[in-house]
């Protein structure tokens, strides 16, 4: 197991525009792999890209505790979005803080898997909500810039 270092907010690393990987080498593999590592470790987390340990490449992971189980996107792109729905979200490299987002409720995402094999996967819900949270990470975006309200919340103990 590794674990990676954190990006925090404040960082210029998260706000620059993530390349597309253009071949999935052992590096990658040990990125997703190292990538998970750190999501599962300690519950923090149901999603994490790339660009959140420090590798600007068109890389993330999901795992919203579904059947899916952990979900691995490579050069991601959502095809189709539609609905709305307003929930609250986090993020790791943001501790401390959350917001209401409003997301699509119904996203179709493609993306190549480990393998550099193409899939398709339809979500809803929570799935839709973290794929496109994710998805934004690759375009140097934050959920706290998708404030509803404008209004964030720290959920820090005093
Ligand atoms: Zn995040």
Redesign the pocket.
Known sequence: MALRNLVLEGDPLLRKKSRPVDEINPRIIKLLDDMADTMYYDNR?V???AP?VGVLRRVFIVDVGDDNGLIEFINPEIVEKSGSQVGNEG????PGKTCEVDRPDHVIAKALNRNGEEFTIEATGLLARCIC??Y??LDGI??IDRSVDGKIYNTEEE
Request: charged share 15%; proline share 0%; with cysteine.
């Open positions: 987390g999603g994490i890209a959140q993020c790791l490299s943001v949270h994710e934004d990470h934050l959920f």
